[in-house]
């Protein structure tokens, strides 16, 4: 049927707007297609090229070389050494088990480490290399290269690991580096991308750990060419980074292997201040243990005897332990005692063996007492009474304020583990702490530095160190930082009256060298080299009444962990003092007949720059400390010698 001419011509114009619309959009569509594409083209050309060009390239971080760790001297605490490992790619690897059983009858591998090494690799991209084996023998590493086919993503390379030439003669002070844990990661608010690399090594203990970033460098990079899966194809170019300052201790090595070795057989440690400048000479902790063995990987065998062990070798004792200073802490009370006015240097105290406080009877270490005593009689024969009694007149306060003063109850700011501020003990000390007043009986006990007063070996070396210069002589550690010299510890006059100083040190002098003082026995003899001391011993059992009344037990008679501290504190010359020394020997008996030789010795091989003439030693002593300075130099050349390759 045909349509009239009328309406076909109106369908056609109805056709030809629909058209001229659907045109209209599709021209819109792809002009603004076209508007996209040049957009994407030229104005953000350059983001997406760079977008193109990371998926192809990658940034690669390059460990720096750790900072090496000096003596005074220059000699060699912690340094790099060429390190060959074995490592493995999994990718590579095909079957890993098979693989690392036929490593394994090819060389030796650490107890444990085909075990770690699958735990490492299933935590990490499949061509990510996971370590085998680290410090492996170059006859080893040739088995491997030439087994090369048979050992499918096997590899040998070489890189850099710490050492410690001087094996445990500095372990507590140098620390040791260990690998990155995720304990030490949770410790970071903003961890050093470093920290990410497999196995990277920062610094656990001691200077190590105190001074991890300045030790540690910063990292340089490279650019790598890697395929789609991200294996690496090739290098294309790297900066190198910076590597780590190095660092430059106070420590004389020779003199802390001596003392090391003096100290060999006790739980014991010695510290020796330079006067002048506050250099720690020595800090020397027993037993002692190989940091090295850290570095590699310890095993289960050698950390259970380190752990187990009642010596504790693991222990800066120097630093960490906190004990009773015993009457090595004398000297304080009677600097308290003169300060305040209330007592004068002439004036004595009725020693007859005991006080009576409160209805508790304290005791003097003679049983029979020691009569009248002034200040000067009570140092040199150690009364206690006399400081029973003078301390109820000055009060705790006083006394903890000059323990203060002269280095007791502070933090030293030394870069060691655990530093130990101790205890001053006062009112508010008390208070704060068990939430209980203070007592008469509690000043009694603390002015013979027993009860709640506690200090490290530490504190009694910077306590001396103020006591014979009547400055504020601080320790330390540190000489120089990337060639930067640190800052003095000779520290400024305290304030305290040099008429009063003279009279403690002229206390002191006669501890060692009268022949009443408690430290007779182990004086120095050489003219002008004498020495200045004070003995301490602090009980760490309570005697009963009962025992005081059948006769005190000796040490000897009981078990080690029950025998009494023994301390002693000096400085010497005595004229002319250059050095102040503090050695603690732990469950040691008698300050005066175990510690003081052995801090006597320490001093001399410090004053002379090794060993002594048999002359400085009392005649009677010379024919045992010959046979103990040869014993004690084989011992240091074995482990001088042995501890470059420990």
Not at 44 to 54: D, H, Q, S, T, V
Not at 294 to 306: E, K, N, P, T, Y
Not at 385 to 409: C, F, H, N, P, T
Not at 602 to 616: I, N, S
Request: aromatic content about 6%; proline content about 6%; hydrophobic content about 35%.
């Amino acid at each position: 049927m045909r349509r009239p001419p009328r309406e076909t011509e109106e369908s056609n114009r109805l056709i030809g707007r629909r058209a001229l619309v659907v045109g209209a959009a599709q021209l819109g569509m792809i002009g603004v297609l076209g508007w996209r594409m040049r957009a994407m083209q030229v104005d953000e050309g350059e983001i997406y090229r760079n977008l193109a060009e990371e998926n192809r390239i990658n940034m690669r971080l390059i460990p720096p070389g750790r900072g090496l760790i000096f003596d005074r001297n220059g000699v060699p605490l912690a340094v790099n050494e060429q390190n060959y490992r074995i490592v493995i790619t999994r990718e590579e690897a095909g079957d890993v088990d098979d693989t690392l059983e036929r490593l394994s009858r090819l060389i030796r591998l650490p107890e444990g480490a085909i075990e770690r090494v699958k735990e490492e690799m299933y935590r990490r991209s499949a061509f990510v290399p996971v370590t085998v084996a680290e410090r492996v023998p170059w006859e080893e590493v040739a088995k491997v290269t030439v087994n090369t086919p048979a050992l499918p993503g096997i590899t040998a390379e070489v890189g850099l690991s710490r050492h410690y030439p001087r094996g445990s003669d500095t372990a507590h002070v140098v620390g040791y580096v260990g690998p990155v844990s995720d304990y030490d990661l949770s410790k970071m608010t903003d961890p050093d991308p470093l920290l990410q690399i497999p196995r990277f090594q920062i610094g656990k203990t001691g200077v190590e750990a105190k001074y991890e970033e300045a030790l540690r460098g910063s990292a340089g990079t490279k650019r790598i060419e890697v395929n789609a899966a991200g294996r690496v194809m090739r290098e294309i170019d790297r900066e190198e980074g910076k590597s780590g300052a190095d660092i430059q201790l106070t420590i004389d090595s020779a003199l802390q292997a001596y003392a090391e070795a003096r100290l060999e057989g006790e739980s014991a440690s010695a510290v020796v201040i330079d006067l002048e400048t506050g250099d720690l000479r020595a800090v020397a902790s027993a037993p002692t243990f190989d940091p090295n063995l850290f570095v590699r990987g310890i095993s289960s065998s050698d950390w259970r005897a380190l752990n187990e062990n009642k010596y504790r070798p693991l222990s800066a004792k120097t630093v960490q332990g906190a004990y009773p200073p015993g009457s090595t802490f004398k000297m304080v009370v009677a600097m308290a005692a003169l300060e305040s006015g209330l007592v004068g240097p002439e004036d004595t105290e009725y020693c007859p063996g005991y006080t009576e406080v409160g209805g508790t009877r304290f005791h003097c270490w003679r049983r029979g007492g020691h009569g009248n005593v002034n200040m000067h009689r009570s140092l040199q024969e150690s009364c206690d009474v006399y400081y029973y009694e003078v301390s109820q007149k000055i009060g705790i306060d006083r006394i903890a304020e000059m323990a203060r003063r002269l280095g007791i109850g502070v933090e030293h700011d030394v870069p060691m583990s655990a530093v130990s501020a101790g205890v001053a003990p006062d009112r508010a000390w008390k208070r704060d702490r068990y939430d209980e007043a203070w007592r008469i009986g509690d000043t009694v006990n603390a002015s013979i530095g027993q009860g709640y007063v506690l200090a490290t070996p530490l504190q009694l070396a910077v306590m001396t160190a103020r006591l014979a210069t009547g400055r504020d002589v601080r320790p330390r550690l540190v000489h120089s930082i990337g060639g930067e010299i640190q800052p003095s510890g000779a520290g400024e006059p305290m304030g305290l009256n040099e008429n009063f100083l003279r009279r403690v040190r002229a206390a002191m002098f006669d501890v060692s060298n009268a022949a009443r003082g408690t430290g007779f026995g182990a004086r120095i003899t050489a003219e002008g080299m004498q020495m200045s001391g004070k003995s301490g011993t602090s009980q760490v059992r309570r005697i009963t009444a009962e025992e005081r009344a059948r006769g005190v037990t000796s040490n000897a008679d009981l078990p080690w962990e029950r025998r009494d501290h023994a301390l002693w504190v000096n400085f010497a010359p005595a004229e002319n003092p250059r050095y102040a020394v503090a050695v603690v020997v732990e469950h040691g008996g008698g300050g005066s007949s175990v510690a003081a030789p052995i801090a006597r010795d320490v001093t001399l091989q410090a004053l002379y720059g090794g060993p002594p003439p048999l002359e400085a030693y009392p005649s009677n002593l010379r024919d045992q400390i010959a046979e103990q300075q040869k014993r004690i130099e084989n011992r240091v050349a074995r482990h001088a010698g042995g501890s470059d390759r420990a």
